[in-house]
């Protein structure tokens, strides 16, 4: 059994910058994919910033992100610990969400953690 826990939210002004971090622990692998998405107030959950193959033939995967991110948040994984970070900069009001993380190949979620951008 996977579990996912989401920490480092919290307010900030805009122009700010936030880590989150997702800690793993249960079955999860290495090499198992974990990926950020956030539910804006009144909108869908959306992917916010996932690992991509990177087609080679070595099965490497690079960080892929939503248009609205792009350039701002930046997301890594330290495989050794089972977690992922999303580096957030330039923080936005639009920005403002519960930020969540996924193992698809699980079927599983965080319980969040709410990042509110706010002068």
């Known amino acids: 059994q996977v579990q996912l826990v989401e920490s480092g939210g919290g307010f900030v002004q805009p122009g700010g910058s936030l880590r989150l971090s997702c800690l793993a622990s249960?079955?999860?692998?290495?090499?198992?994919?974990m990926n950020w998405y956030r539910e804006r107030p009144g909108k869908q959950r959306e992917l916010v910033a996932v690992f991509v193959s990177d087609g080679g033939p070595a099965g490497a995967s690079r960080p892929s992100y939503a248009d609205s991110v792009k350039g701002r948040f930046t997301l890594s994984r330290e495989s050794a610990e089972n977690a992922v970070y999303l580096q957030m900069n330039g923080l936005k009001p639009e920005d403002t969400a519960v930020y969540y993380c996924?193992?698809?190949?699980?079927?599983?979620w965080g319980q969040g953690t709410l990042v509110n951008v706010t002068s």
């Open positions: 996924n193992a698809p190949k699980y079927g599983v």
């Open positions: 249960g079955s999860l692998r290495r090499n198992d994919a």
